[in-house]
């Protein structure tokens, strides 16, 4: 597992103009995502979305072609409403943050045994994720 947690000689806030990283490091760490995820806080998952994000789906149903898109904090916020109140669990596996990206795998198990995992990458802006892609597979 790696996690990224900046120790205490990062004390940036919202830009290192010199290397081009955005967006303050101890806010979004794998370590704080982990803890969003699995205690299915929706608002704290919420706050880590720019204004003007954007969230494509990549699934059985939302196939390559013809992905479901969210855009904007405000219906990103409802579809995370939704995916948390379900009676089911959430992990987050593997993940780090990287400057100006987020990658991680999640697993989850819903409450009549399905399970679903997803890869997500994310593009990270001065106000949190800009572009997130997540591709999720489901027991059939």
Known sequence: MILVIPGP???RS???FAK???MDQKKLTISA???AVESRDSAAL???YDDNAELTIIDSINTPSKPRTIRGKQDIGVFLDDVCSRDMTHK???GIVNG???AYVERCRYHDGTRV???NTAELGPRGIVRQTVVQAWDC
């Open 33 to 35: 995502l982990r803890n």
């Open 92 to 94: 987050i596996d593997t």
């Open 100 to 102: 100006k990206m987020l």
């Open 20 to 22: 081009g990283h955005i």
């Open 117 to 119: 995992v997803s890869s």
């Open 9 to 11: 000689s990062v004390r």
């Open 46 to 48: 919420q706050s880590y």
């Open 14 to 16: 919202a830009f290192d």
